[in-house]
């Protein structure tokens, strides 16, 4: 907006300033252009004692002028004020200056109460989100096992060999390796008590009930689990979702039941490939280390182990398929932003199902030693 006399814009004169007493007198155009020379000007003649300054004579005000003109009434003449504004000088004072604006509250930075109050709001929002998502996949999965409309026809095979076979490599060569490293640990210590016999046991217990479970629980989260959360950010990222939806079909059991029941059904026999290799390795030690016999190294596993140890084995691999699940699923379907935001979800997915399987197995032990 410019402001400026009846006549029209009337050129700069020579000499746009000057100070009488406590009055500076600006006069001409105040505009973008003439600030810069204005500027030089003020700093030759012009004192620090001006109490008001007289705008009568500005031909030509715009928005940089008036923002000149703030500048001098906050910083070089602080406490002065304008004198003789015309009403469309006032005008463009009104739209473009910034003094009397009121600036926003500075940020504060939550308090403790403030800080608990969002947590536990957002832990709520999340086990009802939890709750909802682990109520639809158990429904629709039931569901699935004698109807399979709603997904693709042999969607469930292809999850099984994506999920079970191709992780059958890693999961015998790490189960294998895991239990030549828990017979030799344990072989250096029984064997100077004579007690080393007891490496079948010990090997057996382990790998049945706790390591074998829990160690093909870590691989299939940190391979399928983070399968699961990539393919289904990356399909609501590109709106795969939405179209599903639009063509009333549930995402829920076209995606997630098919990875659901495959994984139901590989994970008791992933685990128990894992147990057999694990035993395996320990009998390897046992026989080349501590000079057992075979014969013995076998009876005594089979002695010491029993169907309440296959029971809590198996009873974990499929509850810890449930979670790697759940959780892949979970941080899959909450995914914002690109392709950032899936990459995001899945280191997220990963990290939150090994902990999860981690932890309940903890809680698992506690609960069957009782």
């Not at 100070?19 to 505009?31: K, M, P, S, V």
């Not at 003094?99 to 608990?116: M, N, S, T, V, Y």
């Not at 997220?348 to 090994?354: E, L, M, P, R």
Request: charged share 15%.
């Amino acid at each position: 907006m410019i402001a400026e006399e009846k006549n029209g814009p009337v050129h700069p004169v020579i000499d746009q300033i000057r100070q009488e007493a406590a009055c500076l007198f600006i006069e001409g155009r105040l505009t973008h252009d003439t600030i810069p020379g204005i500027a030089k000007q003020l700093k030759k003649i012009a004192s620090r004692d001006v109490e008001s300054i007289d705008i009568a004579g500005v031909t030509q005000l715009d928005s940089a002028g008036v923002g000149f003109l703030d500048q001098l009434l906050e910083d070089q003449f602080h406490g002065a004020s304008l004198i003789h504004v015309s009403d469309k000088q006032q005008q463009a004072l009104d739209a473009f200056s910034s003094k009397d604006h009121q600036l926003p509250p500075a940020h504060r930075d939550p308090g403790i109460f403030e800080k608990i109050g969002e947590s536990v709001y957002h832990l709520r929002h999340t086990i009802s989100e939890l709750v909802m998502l682990i109520s639809e996949i158990t429904f629709w999965s039931a569901v699935g096992v004698f109807n399979s409309n709603g997904r693709r026809k042999g969607s469930v095979f292809q999850q099984i060999l994506l999920i079970g076979s191709n992780a059958v490599g890693i999961i015998a060569l790490l189960s294998f390796v895991l239990g030549l490293i828990l017979a030799l640990q344990s072989a250096a210590q029984l064997r100077q008590f004579g007690a080393s016999i007891y490496v079948a046991d010990l090997i057996a217990i382990s790998m049945v009930r706790e390591m074998g479970p829990m160690m093909t629980a870590i691989i299939i989260a940190g391979r399928s689990g983070s399968s699961f959360a990539a393919e289904i950010s990356s399909m609501k990222v590109s709106e795969e979702i939405d179209a599903l939806r639009m063509m009333a079909i549930n995402p829920i059991r076209y995606i997630v039941v098919p990875k659901f029941l495959a994984i139901t059904i590989s994970m008791p026999l992933l685990v128990t490939l894992s147990m057999v290799l694990g035993i395996f390795g320990g009998f390897i030690i046992g026989v080349s280390y501590l000079d057992l016999t075979p014969v013995s190294y076998f009876n005594e596993t089979l002695s010491i182990l029993t169907l309440e140890d296959l029971m809590v084995g198996f009873s974990k691999s499929v509850f810890f398929a449930g979670v790697i699940v759940v959780i892949g699923s979970y941080f899959g379907f909450r995914v914002e932003g690109g392709a950032e935001g899936v990459g995001r979800v899945t280191t997220s997915a990963v990290v939150a199902s090994i902990f999860a399987v981690i932890f309940l197995d903890a809680i698992f032990s506690l609960i069957y030693m009782v």
